[in-house]
């Protein structure tokens, strides 16, 4: 007849376990007694017994025999080295939150588990969890720490949900832990499963106010404004004056208008740019540029394929100047020495040799760390462009460029073709060994 507080799942459900009575059989109270007095009483122990005590310990037949080492010590008795350890096992000594494998395989915690459940009813039960939940909450909104906090709205979530799984039949108690778990998964900022919570709680209860609130602050927090005012519009039909309901849909109201207006002026910035994109199209098809979406790298570039399309794409794109006039991202590549130089804003009524006069001037030091042979002088090199010549093939040819012609002259090329807004120029020294290699590998080579 053993009257148990209990708490089966959690860690702080176990520390509150209290024993209230124990009540043994009569006939085994008086040996109970004796093995107790026996155990606690070791050699050094005695010490503290009064020689009446101590003798009538000697006469008792399983003491003198437990002395002796007569008595058999059983095989899962504790010792002086695991003690603590069992003791943490046992439901009334835990320290920690037992584990599913725990709970499915320790004997104290299936025993008060099966008593628990012997004694109460599902909607009891459903209830105890919902106690014990919402304590683990209290103490999380208490704690100023944030890891404590944190611990403790998961183990208000795990309560409910040991709630929810007795299946009471209960509506209301289902409802309200359903709501309880919302509120917890809003700590954890689990906002998706709040308001699935809430869908379901509401359904439970269609008079939880609490369950609305809940999920027009769900709602509003993952910006869905419009949804956040219809979830408050419910709690309100519920309750009208609820002063926490009010407040959160005409905070939800102001929101929408913001985020409203807001999305008006980026549908406008996007229709404006789409405009501007359209006549840049437009610009560049009146002049007689060809262009193109993608095309596949050449032979020499493909190692590199991935570095110069992110060059590429992350340097911007042509833009229209008020005189009419184009400036093109440009890519210049070195292929001998595997670099390359980025043009921002070329202008097409510009020649290739204003540009390389400046990057690569007649001087007798070497302009780039890399022209260890002091070759790059702008009279010393020759650009190139690819023609495509059929694509599924890999036949290209190579077209040398005066530098003396303008960006815009090239760009008209019928054999010109701009890869992705950006133009790419092949540089090369003056009948070095590397230029005759580099174009004896093309299927044809002519000048513009």
């Not at 980026?266 to 060809?290: H, N, W």
């Not at 804003?345 to 890399?370: C, G, K, N, S, Y």
């Not at 003396?404 to 073709?417: A, K």
Request: aromatic share 8%; charged share 30%; glycine share 4%.
């Amino acid at each position: 007849d053993t009257a148990l507080k209990l708490s089966c799942k959690s860690q702080s459900q176990f520390n509150s376990t209290k024993i209230s009575h124990i009540h043994f059989p009569a006939d085994t109270m008086a040996d109970t007694a004796t093995i107790t007095a026996a155990s606690a009483a070791t050699e050094d122990d005695t010490q503290y017994l009064s020689k009446e005590e101590v003798a009538a310990l000697d006469d008792d037949a399983f003491y003198k025999a437990y002395r002796e080492g007569k008595v058999e010590r059983r095989a899962d008795a504790w010792t002086e080295d695991n003690f603590e350890e069992e003791m943490d096992k046992h439901p009334l000594f835990m320290t920690h939150q037992p584990t599913p494998a725990e709970l499915a395989s320790n004997p104290n915690l299936i025993a008060m588990q099966d008593m628990f459940e012997q004694t109460h009813s599902p909607q009891e039960r459903a209830i105890y969890h919902k106690d014990h939940g919402n304590e683990a909450f209290k103490r999380g909104k208490k704690s100023k720490a944030a890891k404590y906090a944190k611990s403790q709205f998961k183990e208000a979530i795990f309560c409910y949900t040991e709630g929810l799984n007795e299946k009471c039949g209960d509506d209301e108690v289902e409802s309200s832990l359903l709501s309880n778990r919302a509120f917890a998964h809003l700590q954890l900022k689990n906002y998706g499963s709040a308001l699935k919570d809430c869908k379901l709680a509401v359904r439970f209860n269609p008079s939880n106010v609490k369950a609305y609130f809940r999920a027009a602050t769900a709602t509003s927090k993952l910006g869905r404004h419009a949804d956040a005012i219809e979830w408050c519009d419910r709690g309100l039909a519920v309750d009208h004056s609820n002063a926490e309901m009010i407040q959160l849909r005409q905070t939800s109201v102001k929101a929408k208008a913001v985020a409203d207006k807001k999305e008006r002026q980026e549908a406008a910035k996007k229709r404006k740019l789409e405009k501007k994109q359209r006549a840049l199209e437009l610009l560049i098809e009146g002049k007689g540029i060809q262009t193109m979406v993608a095309r596949r790298a050449p032979w020499w570039q493909q190692d590199d394929e991935e570095e110069i399309q992110t060059v590429v794409q992350d340097k911007g794109s042509v833009a229209a100047n008020d005189d009419g006039t184009l400036s093109w991202p440009v890519l210049f590549l070195y292929p001998e020495h595997a670099q390359t130089d980025f043009i921002q804003a070329f202008r097409d009524d510009t020649r290739f040799i204003d540009h390389l006069v400046e990057m690569f001037p007649e001087q007798a030091a070497p302009i780039v760390p890399w022209d260890t042979a002091n070759t790059y002088k702008y009279s010393n090199l020759n650009i190139y462009f690819e023609q495509v010549l059929d694509a599924d093939n890999d036949k290209t040819a190579l077209i040398q460029v005066d530098p003396n012609t303008t960006l815009l002259e090239v760009l008209q090329d019928v054999r010109h073709c701009v890869y992705s807004q950006c133009p790419i120029y092949i540089i090369l020294v003056k009948g070095s060994a590397k230029e005759k290699e580099f174009v004896g590998r093309y299927t044809s080579t002519s000048l513009l």
